[in-house]
């Protein structure tokens, strides 16, 4: 067999090689960033839910706590800030959207601690409610967030490492964004004892407002909230091709 047609067969197994290695990479690049994109889903649905849950929240204690109206008006500044930002982004998360959520789980999971001082509100069935669903809810974030991040990492490790930055330079895939809580006290999900409470002694604090026993056995529905103005999406979603 002449010199030349063994170079050639070489060479076409490399070319074939590196194209099989190219489409494999680019497949695995496509994979990933749909991995991303569902559980992003995951964490969108949580939060969501968590802003549905804050109206209730806050018109509850407010009925029991009215000396608590700076963090009331905060927290449903904080939730509608965190719901126009999901606007603009497209629902995709970024720094500033993870910022402002970890300040919004920091303010409820204060203003639940703050809450002991009022321990009639323990006999406030929508209240009881209320806590647990924010407990599960903020559970459930924690845990999709992991499995978020987890992958934004593997995905974004593949997009920087060589030779595989090749492909990903290519075919746009862009790193994709972390959506972490910086602040230790707002990784943690709100927890309040009520048996703790039920033990202390003395009743109402002075000067809160005198709950009749009727209106500690009704809740108090809130109104109905008015929903974001949805805005244009300010920037592509940071992992797509």
Partial sequence: MPTFVIVL?????????VVGWAVSAYNGFVR?????????RQIDVELNRRYE??????????????????TLEQITALRNQARALAGQSGGQPTEQRSAIEAELSQAVSNLLV???????LK??????????ELTSTEDRI???RRFYNANVRDYNTKVESVPSNMIANFAKFEKAT???????????????NFGEISQRPGGQPEGAPQISPQDAQNPVQPPQTQQAPQAQQAERPPFQG
């Avoid at 960033?33 to 992003?40: A, D, F, G, L, M």
């Fill in 53 to 70: 849950l804050i109206p209730n929240l806050v018109e509850t204690v407010r009925g029991y706590a009215a000396h608590e109206r700076n």
């Fill in 178 to 192: 972390y959506f972490e809580l910086n602040d230790p006290i707002a990784r943690q999900a709100p927890d309040v």
């Fill in 114 to 120: 703050t809450v002991e001082a009022y321990p009639e």
């Fill in 9 to 17: 067969i070489i060479l076409l197994v490399v070319i074939l090689a």
């Fill in 123 to 132: 006999s406030n069935t929508n209240f009881v409610e209320l806590q647990r």
């Fill in 32 to 40: 990933s960033r749909n991995v991303i994109q569902e559980s992003w």
């Fill in 142 to 144: 924690a845990a999709a």
